[in-house]
């Protein structure tokens, strides 16, 4: 969403759309205008068209709209229109309203009031109307793409029923405030961006952000800012989505999290693919992941833009794609198998790692009480001063988890005060940390509340599919307070990403590590379930054809194996067992047209047909 505040932020998106020129331009056959379209209110929108020099189909062009992230503009999307339009697509950017500031003709007039607001919704739908009707396009073949306020906006226009056929929503998440506010937490990232909209120094906003979330949060008043932003509320339509959908997003992203991501994900009713890569609130960091976003993307748009039935992107066997922070190894879910990634409260095989004296995490439990106590003075004391730290021992093998929860037995002689979680995969050799995910909580007691009392605080991390190699540690900070207040919004440096807003008291926080009523960390081991982790495999899913719904397909498990028959969104339709078979048998008599998956797996072994039903 903000990916143009902060300067690190700015700097990598731009690299990695520079490197989409690089790895696409070639020879781009296409035509290029700017124009802009004068709204209902008089003001006027900037676009930017891109039409193929191709001989257009003759039903017309298949068609995307882009929306760029926040405080940017339609330049933004410039390198992903040329990819796109290079490949047989009419492109349509624009800016969004009282956005792309000292831009010229990419600057659109009007004052932003929200990534949802209903006015910034009806420009996306006249854009969308448009390029439908202009251009040569296939009116019915439109689909839109946006990159965190834009992936916001594709939500709003998929929610809303917008005549778009299928939507890429990148690094956002429609379950906006829960987001922002989990834990009593205010995010760092959206405090920071609302206190640079309020100052019109980015973008041109109008009396919400700037007389309403902007205070609320400045006087910490978590409720008040919870409750106007479900007067903006979307989450409550996921259901509603009948397009299909592709979500992209980033493990380590300090807006979006990754299990409010699952959870939207699990949410959707419709035709729907995930795509999480090892990353923040930005694009895929290497070369060869970027180039499997965009190659994907593509594949979805050929499908569902071009009806091309013999691409096997929508496949139920890799509706979710996850990649590990440490080896970048893919891998690919059933939808069912993907619920891992949603959190691990009760979780039977989670691994329980307790905070113990000297420092230490380990496997045991302390026999004897340790009390590590940290002074934080507002604007004085640093986040690295408020931390306590931990290591385990080297570990003997290589570990894979795919999600975290921690229990902190804590006091503190404030009112206020919080404690952020943050774990690293640590290499002695090359004296190295490399960040893994984080979680915080905040605590704000009432009038009638005890302060210095001994308090439970158990919450999940943000999940993360990551390994950790024989020879490294695992090694957690717990940060009490940080140095950030309503005035500076500085970044902490020493943070891999954006601390929640943090308590303005000055306090003593206190961990208790004490042998009846222990501190913990838990850890959910990561546990594949079939053997596709290549993204080739998913090239060579063979595909028959019926037209009276009864299959037949050949196995190469002739024994003790199980059949499930999927539908294109990975939900299970009949499960049965075979044996003695060299042939399975089933039937769709009763199923509409379309695609299906009929899976037959032998432990971690499978075999995948794709069926497509045309009666």
């Not at 952000?209 to 008040?224: K, V």
């Not at 891992?340 to 420092?359: D, E, T, V």
């Not at 001994?454 to 540690?473: A, W």
């Amino acid at each position: 969403m903000v990916v143009f505040l902060v300067k690190g932020y700015k700097w990598s998106f731009m690299k990695y759309l520079f490197l989409l020129v690089v790895l696409y331009a070639g020879s781009i056959a296409q035509t290029v205008k700017d124009t802009s379209l004068v709204m209902s209110d008089g003001v006027a929108i900037a676009m930017r068209y891109y039409v193929p020099l191709t001989v257009a189909p003759a039903s017309g062009y298949p068609a995307v709209v882009l929306v760029h992230g926040y405080g940017g503009s339609l330049l933004n999307m410039d390198a992903a229109a040329r990819l796109y339009s290079k490949n047989g697509y009419v492109v349509t950017a624009y800016t969004v309203r009282g956005q792309g500031t000292g831009k010229g003709t990419a600057e659109s007039g009007g004052a932003f009031s929200w990534f949802w607001g209903a006015r910034e919704l009806q420009d996306c739908n006249a854009v969308i109307e448009w390029t439908r009707r202009h251009l040569n396009v296939n009116s019915e073949r439109v689909g839109m793409e946006g990159y965190s306020q834009g992936g916001l906006t594709s939500w709003g226009a998929a929610i809303q029923h917008f005549n778009i056929r299928c939507a890429v929503p990148v690094i956002s998440c429609p379950r906006l405030w829960q987001c922002v506010t989990r834990n009593n937490c205010h995010n760092h990232f959206m405090v920071t961006a609302m206190a640079l909209t309020k100052s019109g120094l980015i973008v041109r906003p109008t009396g919400f952000i700037r007389d309403t979330l902007t205070p609320r949060t400045e006087q910490d008043d978590i409720q008040g800012v919870i409750n106007a932003l479900k007067t903006y509320n979307m989450d409550s339509g996921i259901e509603q989505v009948s397009i299909p959908m592709y979500m992209q997003c980033g493990w380590q992203d300090d807006l979006f999290p990754g299990d409010e991501v699952m959870k939207a994900f699990h949410t959707l009713n419709s035709p729907k693919k995930l795509f999480l890569w090892a990353a923040g609130h930005d694009l895929p960091p290497d070369s060869a992941t970027l180039a499997i976003k965009h190659s994907n993307t593509l594949r979805f748009y050929d499908y569902w833009l071009k009806d091309n039935i013999n691409e096997t992107i929508m496949s139920a066997d890799s509706v979710v794609c996850v990649q590990d922070g440490a080896t970048r190894t893919l891998r690919y879910h059933l939808l069912q198998d993907s619920a891992r990634y949603m959190g691990i409260a009760n979780a039977p095989k989670a691994i329980r790692l307790y905070f113990s004296p000297n420092n230490k995490i380990s496997t045991v439990a302390p026999t004897q009480n340790t009390l590590y106590a940290k002074p934080y003075i507002q604007n004085l004391t640093t986040g690295a001063e408020a931390q306590v730290l931990f290591r385990t021992a080297k570990v003997d093998e290589d570990i894979t988890f795919c999600a975290a929860r921690t229990s902190l037995l804590v006091n503190s002689t404030g009112r206020k005060y919080q404690a952020n979680v943050m774990l690293y995969d640590y290499d002695s050799v090359a004296n190295r940390y490399y960040a893994i995910t984080r979680g915080s909580y905040h605590v704000r007691l009432g009038a009638s509340d005890t302060v210095a009392k001994r308090r439970r605080i158990s919450y999940d991390l943000s999940p993360q599919l990551y390994t950790i190699k024989k020879g490294h540690s695992l090694f957690a900070a717990i940060r009490f307070g940080t140095q950030v207040t309503p005035i500076t919004f500085a970044r902490e440096t020493n943070d891999f990403g954006h601390v929640p807003f943090p308590p303005q008291e000055t306090v003593t926080d206190t961990l208790l590590c004490i042998a009846d009523n222990p501190s913990w960390l838990e850890l959910l081991p990561y546990t594949q379930t079939t053997t596709r982790v290549e993204e080739e495999d998913v090239h060579q899913i063979p595909t028959i054809t019926t037209f009276s719904g009864i299959i037949e397909c050949a196995t190469p498990f002739t024994t003790n194996a199980t059949v499930d028959i999927l539908t294109i969104t990975g939900a299970t339709l009949q499960t049965f067992a075979v044996d003695n078979a060299t042939v399975v048998r089933c039937s769709l008599e009763h199923q509409p047209n379309g695609v299906y998956f009929i899976r037959v797996h032998q432990g971690l072994r499978e075999f995948v047909q794709r069926v497509v039903l045309a009666r």
